[in-house]
């Protein structure tokens, strides 16, 4: 028996989608392209924008394409689309299950049941636990620890395909960190759809800082990277796990989405960009050389020109590493997308080629900072090619060594020697 898999938009679905795939591959199954002849067709879909929406929907036509071939196959389709869109999903032609978020880590038993019950997901209270020995990168682990958010920002399509946010119970999340270190992993990235939300709905005075401390103290846990964290949600006992805990790599994401007071109200984002400004400025004082990453929205409705002029020279004053750009998407369903004074999509997109352009002008000057300061970077080995072995270091920045006695998954300190392609050379630190 074959089973193929598709996973769509964010680092979420790829962690869920291998807990997916376990219960299959125990069983005998073997995982195939997508694109080969299967038994077995799973969609993991995507809604944060039009286009992730687009490309659901051609998978899912994909699917529907094999099955003309051969009617025994079957077609199963979940994630954030499919929670916001299942009626569009089953008129698409014959699809076996359309599965809720909450239960997509039960697909492999729900096959065997022709009766599933679609869950409205903000009537969930609870983390639906999915934990898995394997995952698709070799040389981290992506660990979901929370799901869903309670922000609603006016953009955003999310928190109505995620529901409200639930975390994991910290006894799942260590017994997982366990397993996986034994299979030989180092390094973990603990994601959430709104990761610092993290221990607010458990009830036990037990917060991010408190998971990270406990994971970093396991055995084999060499680096805990940090996915996406809301501005705001830097709380000080957060800030003061950073400041101490070294396995915390010296890299941090945070959504802006605007330099702009004016566009920060009307997205319903929970913060000031003097605020925002004074917390990046704590940030690099507990971690000088620390890598910042921000994600930015252009093209929000009623952003003038001269509110766009705000945002680049608010960001052209700011320390930062680089910016994650992002067109507004106009989502049904969401307050922005009634607003008035929608913007030109090719406005939009020059406004993101600007910001592109700053971006790549602040990550080349960080590169020269760590050259300068020599900074010691950390990170474990992923592959090989054309005589080099490459690592995503700490630092959030793509490291090129040579080393005849490396191994893949290697934890390697490095010194910096030159900008190299997209990152730096760097020798083994002795």
Known sequence: MKIAV??????????????????????GFELVSFDEEADIYIINTCTVTNRTDFKSRNTIRKALKHKEQNHEVKIVVTGCFAQRQPDEIGEMGEIDLIIDNQQKGEIYRLLENKEVHFHDILEEKYFAEMSTGIMTENSRVFLKVQDGCDFYCSYCAVPYARGHSRSREVENVLKQVELLTANGYKEFVLGGINLGLYGRDLGKDYFLQHLIRDISSMSGVELIRLSSIEPQLFTDGLKGEIAENKKICSHLHIPLQSGSDT??????????????????????????????????????????DRLFRETYTFLEKLDFTYLHNFTYSRRSGTPAAEMKQQINGKIANLRVNELNQLSERKKSEYFKLLLAGNTMLRGISESQSDGFWTALTDHYVRAYFEDPNAKQGDYKLYNPIRIYEDGLEVQIHD
């Not at 769509?8 to 376990?22: A, R, W």
């Not at 009307?266 to 910042?292: C, G, H, N, S, W």
Request: contains cysteine; aromatic residues 10%.
């Open 263 to 304: 566009i920060l109200k009307a997205m319903k984002r929970r913060y000031t960009t003097a605020e925002f400004k004074q917390q990046v400025e704590e940030l690099k004082t507990i971690r000088p050389d620390m890598a910042f990453g921000f994600d930015v929205i252009s093209g929000f409705p009623g952003e003038t």
């Open 6 to 27: 598709k996973t769509l938009g964010c680092k979420i679905n790829q962690y869920e989608t291998s807990c997916i795939v376990e219960p299959f591959l125990k069983d």
